[in-house]
C-alpha cells in the first residue's frame, strides 16, 4: 500500500517497519488511524520513535486497535490501570518476557495486540526479538501442515512456574510492588494453525512459554513436537530485531507473532510501559 500521511520503512525482510512522519501526542485524522493500522497489518510490529506519551494517551493509542486490557497478574498504574510498568532494576537477574511467547495465549480471548513504550533503557541491550508465524507456518512442509490441520492445543499460564507464578514474579526486584495478591491459573484450547481475523492469513500458534499438550494427547506425547514447531518458528529468517531508545513505541500483533525481551544488560535499567488490547477467540 501507498501512505500518503505516515513514511514505513521496512526493518527487516521477514516483518517489522519503523512508522516515521507522525506525532501520535497529537490529534490523528481518519486516515492517519487507517494507514496506522494498515501498516501493523502489513509489517506485524510497527515503531514508533521520539514519542512523547503519557499513560493516558498510550491507553488513547490503544484504543485505535480495540479496548486495551488489563493485565490479569500486575496492577496497573493509579489512574491508568491499563498501563502496567516493566520495570528490571540493576539488582534483578532475571527479566519479564525473556522467552519467546505470544501475549496471553492461555486466555480464552488472548490480547490481539500489545503497545510497549520505553522510559529508560540500558546504554546497550535490551532489545526486543519479533517472529513472523505466518512466515513460519508458511515455511511448513505439506505432509506436517496437514497433521497440524483441525489440531488444538491447551495453553497455560502456569507452564514454566511449577505453581509458583506469583513467588517467582515477586522475587523480581522491580516488580515486586506489583504482583496482584491473587494469581489465577488461566487454561484455554485454541487451534494450532490460527487464521488472523482481519487478513486471512493462517499463522503457526505454538509456543514452549504456553503450549502445554495437544488436546486428547499427555504432555510427554505433545512435547517434542511443540518444542520443534517453537525452535523451527524462530529461525532468524523469520524474525527482526528492535532496538529501543527513550520515547520509542512498539505496537505489536500477538495474533501472528511472536516476541523475546532480550536479557543481556545485567546491572542495567530498564523501564516501560506496556498496555495491551483486548482480542477475540483464536479460530
Ligand atoms: C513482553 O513480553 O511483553 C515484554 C517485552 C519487552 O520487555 O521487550
Redesign the pocket.
Known sequence: MTFQTIEVRPLAGALGAEVGNIDLSAPLSNQMRDEIHQAFLDNLVIVFRDQKLTPEKQVEIAGLFGKPAIYPFLQGLDGAPEVHE?LKTAEDEV???GNW?S?TAYRECPDMG?L?YAHEVPDVGGD?LFTNMYLAYDALSDGMKEMLKGLTAIYSSEKGYDGKRAEKMKSLDGLKDAVQAEIETFESEHPVVRTHPETGQKALYVSKSHTLRFKDMTVEESTPLIDYLSTFAVLPEFTCRVDWQPQTLVIWDNRCTK?L?VDDYAGQRRR?H?VTVEGVQPL
Open positions: 516493566l527479566n519479564f518476557g511467547h501475549d500489545t510497549l526486543t516476541h525481551a516501560m506496556r
